[in-house]
C-alpha cells in the first residue's frame, strides 16, 4: 500500500505540474484575450498617475471601471515593474490568487480527511474544472475575489463564535472590494449556522458583513470623490435575461465534475447524509444558486461559476471519494490515478499545440501602433473595441473611452451621457476607430456615437483581424 500511495503521489503532482505550467504558459500567450482584460489595464494603467475621481466618468476621456479598487491596485502595482501597459502582470496576479485558492481548499480537505491524496486531488479539480480552465488565466478581478471567499467559508467551518465570524465577514468585504458581489459568499456561512441551529450567530454575521462593508465602501466613495462606489453600481445595471442565468448553470450541471457531484449528493442523501449539515455542500448549492442569478446579467460569462464550481470539486472528493476510500483505500487510490492521469491530458495537448511564437505579441499590436503614428493620433483621439484596448496602451495611447461595453450600459441606464462623445466626433476630434474584423455582431456604442460614427468615419484600412476608419476630412 505505500508503494502505491507514493506512486500515486507521484502521478497527483505530475498532473498539477502539467496544469500549473498550462496556465502560465497563457499568461504570455497575447494571441488569447478576454473583451475585459484591456479595459480593466487602461484603469489601472491611469491610477499609476492619478487618483480616481467622478471625472472620470464625464469625459472628455472615460475612464470607466466596474468593480471594487483591490484587483485594479495590484495591476497597477505590479503594472509598475513594466516598461509600458501589459496584461502579463495582471494575468500573473490571477493565476497566483487561482492556485492558492486551490491551495486553500486542497489542505482544508487534508486536515478534514487525513489523507494526502485527497487533499491533492481536491486541488487538481478545482484548476481542471470547466469554468476555471476556461478562465483562468485572464487578467480579471475574479480570481482575487475568489480566494478571499473561500477562505471567509472555509474560518467559519468549525463552530459559530466570534473569532470566527469576525474573521469570515472581514475576509467577505475584503473580497468585495474586489468584485463587490462577492459579498454574497457571507450567504453560505450564514445558510450553514443556520442549518446548524446558529440562527442568532447566522444574523449576527450578515449584520456584521453589512456594517463592515458600509464602512469600507462608504470610505471608498468619499476617498475617491464618488468613483469607486458609482463604479461598482451603475457599471452594472443592465438587463436581465433568464435564459442567460440558465444557460449558465446547465454548463456546470452537465460539465464531468457537475454530474459527479451531482451524483454524489443525491447517493449521500440517499444513504442517511444529513447535506445540511456539511459546509461544501451548503456553500455549493448556496453560491450555485445566486450565481445563476446575478449570470442572467446582459454581459455575464463563465467567471460566474468559479466559486460553486470550487465547491463542486470539494463536494467530489468529500462526499465521493472519502466515503469510498474508508471502504476500499486501494480501489480509490487507483481511480484517483487513473482520472488524475486523464485531467492531465488535455493540457499537455495545448502546451504541444502552442505555437513558437506565443511571447511575441500578435501582429495586431504593430498594425495599430503605426496607424496611430501615421495618422498622429494622441490620447483621446482613438476610439477601439474591448478587446482592442490593450492593443492601443501597448502603444503609448490611451484611448477616449476604456470600456465601450460599461459605456454603452451607463448610456442605457441613464448614468452617462453619451452626447458630448458624439458631439466630439463630428467635430474630428476622433481621428481613429479600429473595430475587430469580422466587424462585432452587436454595435455596443449608443445611438448618438454609433450614427456620428457612421456618419464621419470611412474606412482607411484593413488587415487580416483589424478594420481600421478615419475622420473624414
Known sequence: MAALRYLIAIVLLAALATVATCYAARTVNLQWRDNCEGPLLAVAARMRHESPTHAWFEGPEYTIASYGPLYYRAVAWAGSFAERPSLTPGRVISLVAMLLTAALLGAWVYRRTRLPELGLVTVLFVLVGVPVAEWIPFARVDATALLFTAAATIVAAKKADTRAMVASAVLVVIASLARQTAACSALPVAVYWWCQGESRWASKYLALVGLLGALAWGGLHFGSHGYWLDAAINSQLAAMRVSEGLKLGTRLVISPLGVAAVAVLIHARLNGVRLSQSLPAVALVTSFL???????????????????????????????????????????????????AAAAVHPAREMMALPNDRREAPIEYEHVRTAIQQLGVSDGELLVEDRLVDLALAASVEPRVNDPFAYYLRAANG???????????????????????????????????????????????????????????
Open 290 to 340: 445566486y450565481q445563476v442569478v446575478m449570470g442572467c446579467k446582459l454581459g455575464s460569462s463563465v467567471n460566474y461559476l468559479l466559486e460553486p464550481s470550487c465547491w463542486v470539486a470539494v463536494v467530489v472528493v468529500e462526499h465521493g471519494f472519502a466515503p469510498l476510500a474508508s471502504i476500499n483505500r486501494f480501489r480509490t487510490l487507483i481511480g484517483i490515478g487513473v482520472l488524475a
Open 415 to 473: 448614468t452617462l451621457d453619451a452626447e458630448p462623445l458624439a458631439e466630439d466626433i463630428h467635430r474630428g476630434k476622433i481621428k481613429l476607430l479600429i473595430l475587430s474584423r469580422p466587424a462585432p455582431a452587436n454595435w455596443v456604442w449608443p445611438e448618438p456615437v454609433s450614427s456620428a460614427m457612421k456618419s464621419r468615419f470611412m474606412l482607411w484600412k484593413t488587415t487580416t483581424n483589424l478594420l481600421m476608419y478615419c475622420a473624414e476630412e
